[in-house]
């Protein structure tokens, strides 16, 4: 008989519409494995573009944590609302999260904090009249970009004035605490969406129309991200790193915006690195 994706269907037709198709509740967590580590494609990408193309009426809730805080935190917040508000929970988690030292989390943020939708930047000491470049993330790609401006840094005595910030819960949108963040850096000229994933894939075209529709045409956004693709990976750890490094470099200079508007072919700013063609 025909093949059947079993889970895909499972997925789509009981788990994301469940309330409005079989008016039932479901708190179930989903924990995906979804990071670019530089292995095949099957280990890389948990089509998190799927989750986000099926968000709708507040169906369910989609994140991506970075710290062992805000997953302790999330899974509390989640059995707090199983009888209050149930929604089912998808949850991308990096592999190499587990033992990154950047990724821990002191006693105290454990014993009293709470989940935050957005984290900002705790990794620089930067005035936020300094500011001049937003990058917004999700996930483990935060703490390649820190890594990486913290050696910049050093090896050329400069004073940053780009900062990154985790959207750390995709759906809902943090759309108010994206705001109150816009508005806390009065000398912000540009604002770019860094995501590991192909530009068809991840977080894009989800993430852009709701960041536009905060800045107003106040400020250009634009976005660094591997290019359109086939597949959702290289499949080859040499490409990988090279590819990788591309885009924390992107994401720390500054580029020309102006120069590279229209180049997409959706009419969006296309500052994605080729990369190796077949």
Same mark, same amino acid.
């Given at each position: 008989?025909?093949? *059947? /994706? ?9 788990? #994301? !519409? ?17 990071? =670019? ?6 280990? !890389? ?18 994140? /991506? ?6 997953? %302790? ?9 199983l ?29 009293? !904090? ?9 990794? #620089? ?5 300094? #500011?001049?470049?937003l ?7 935060? %703490?390649? %970009? ?24 995709l ?8 705001? @109150? ?5 009065? /000398? ?10 192909p530009?068809?894939?991840? @977080?894009?075209? =989800? *993430? ?13 956004? &634009? =976005?660094?991200?591997?290019? $359109?693709?086939?597949?959702?990976a290289?499949? &080859? ?15 720390? &200079?500054?580029?020309? #915006? ?7 072919a ?9 990369? $190796?063609r077949?």
């Amino acid at each position: 008989g025909d093949f *059947i /994706n079993v889970p895909q269907v499972i997925i789509d037709q009981f788990i #994301v !519409s469940a309330r409005s198709k079989w008016e039932q509740d479901s708190g179930l967590v989903m924990l995906l494995p979804h990071a =670019y580590e530089g292995q095949g494609p099957e280990h !890389s990408s948990a089509r998190v573009e799927r989750f986000l193309q099926m968000v709708a009426e507040d169906n369910m809730r989609i994140a /991506n944590c970075t710290t062992a805080a805000q997953y %302790f935190h999330i899974l509390r917040r989640q059995r707090k609302l199983l009888k209050l508000d149930p929604r089912p929970l998808i949850m991308l988690t990096p592999k190499s999260l587990l033992r990154h030292p950047l990724a821990a989390s002191p006693p105290e943020e454990l014993s009293r !904090s709470k989940f935050h939708p957005l984290l900002r930047d705790n990794h #620089v000491d930067i005035p936020k009249e300094q #500011v001049r470049r937003l990058v917004l993330c999700s996930g483990k790609v935060y %703490f390649d %970009f820190v890594t990486a401006r913290q050696k910049h840094m050093k090896e050329l005595e400069l004073q940053p004035d780009v900062i990154a910030c985790r959207v750390e819960e995709l759906y809902p949108f943090p759309a108010a605490e994206v705001a @109150a963040l816009l508005n806390s850096l009065p /000398n912000l000229k540009e604002v770019v969406w860094l995501q590991e994933e192909p530009r068809n894939m991840g @977080a894009w075209t =989800y *993430i852009a129309p709701r960041v536009r529709d905060l800045l107003r045409n106040r400020l250009p956004l &634009s =976005y660094i991200g591997r290019t $359109r693709r086939a597949s959702p990976a290289e499949g &080859s750890y040499k490409w990988h790193l090279k590819e990788q490094a591309r885009l924390i470099e992107a994401a720390l &200079s500054w580029v020309d #915006v102006e120069q590279a508007a229209g180049a997409g072919a959706d009419g969006e700013d296309e500052l994605a690195h080729p990369g $190796r063609r077949a």
